[in-house]
């Protein structure tokens, strides 16, 4: 007869519960009586819990999301506590050392390993996602997003640390649906490069899966305002229209698009030479780095001769992402797109692609100038870096996704986030 010594009676148990819950997950995943919601059970082993939190826990995010000011003064405490910033980081070795063993990783970080709902199984998304540091960041905004039908493109600055690259490498490895982008380039602030590393991600994306519905890019200090449910059903709202940032440009910013810039020492710097006109006399229009827009807009931004041409001719501006995507949006016969008569302009806050607070047009409550109230957070380039003061309001918007998140200066802020759209997504199920 064998005798179980305590340290393999001990492995044996944790094996037991593995390989049940990796079952559990199998059976999951495919559902005899299609989307019936009393077929699945539980969800418990899916639900964000004090047990999976770190110090945040204390927080009571309810109240935090509530605008509740003892539970934001609790947080605002915390999060100026050096210990505690210390102990809710993760290291980019532990991704490298977690995912060795890519079931339990992914069992023990809760991703969700099946469509929540036909609904959502008969609408995939395609995501590009650009990273160059803050792999912590990162991980968290996949978790937050990752559906099984969606696919996700992830380009990591060349330039990045070998560290950064080699734990995002291997987060993307236990996933089929997720996959470093096939070229990757060193990004440049406000110059060409940025806009590259996504176009590379949307020929990835475009070829490899015809399913995929809508194109998302974000960042690694994204984070969503929406479950993915909502998200699709604000898509398919949107009838095959695009949405984002596209207006008039400022004549103050007409100097990025009629000078002619280059890379020099790792910068973006004008040369004294004027630009020649854009191809096709196209009207240049002002937006912003991030989009939500259907495949054909992709198809036109690979295939369409007068798109093909209007990049070439960007090539050498400054911040070329802020309006490339603009000025595509108003070309007559790309998909989803609008008639470039300024009557159809949309502002960033019109548009449901990314939520950002600018220092400039942040003003007191009640302010008719402002629009939108104070940043509770900290600013980093004039731009908010979300604080938990900041979630009441940020929740009361209709984007898909806000812009900055740092979990290095506020982590409750996405601890909350977290857990308020896990806890959504499995309510929606019930």
Known sequence: M????????????KLTVVLGSLWMVFLLSFPEKGWDPTYILRY???EYTDADGGPEKVCNCSAILRGEREALEQAKLLTITKDFHKSVQIPDEYYINATQDCSQFKLSRKYIPFPLSQ???DF???YSIVVHKKVQNFERLL??????????????DKKSEASVFFAIWAITSCFENVFMVSQAVN???AAWPRVQADLNCMADLYNASTKWKYFINLCGQDFPLKTNLEIVRKLRSLKGANSLESETMAGEKKWRVSNVHQIVDGEIKGIGKAKEPPPFNL?????NAYIVVNRGYIRSVLEDNRVLALIEWAKDTYSPDEFLWATIQRIPGVPGSRWPNHKYDMTDMNAIARLVKWQWHEGSQGSLEAVYPECRGTHVRAI???????LQWILEQQHLFANKFDIDTDPIAVYCLEKYFRQKALAELL
């Open 2 to 13: 064998r005798i179980l010594t305590p340290g393999s009676l001990q492995l044996s148990l």
């Open 44 to 46: 418990s082993w899916l």
């Open 119 to 121: 609904e959502e199984e």
């Open 124 to 126: 995939p998304l395609a």
């Open 143 to 156: 978790r937050a997003i990752y559906a099984p039908q969606n696919i996700y493109c992830v380009h990591v």
């Open 187 to 189: 990004v440049v602030y």
């Open 283 to 287: 009207p240049i229009l002002s937006g």
């Open 384 to 390: 908010c870096v979300y604080g938990a003061g900041d």
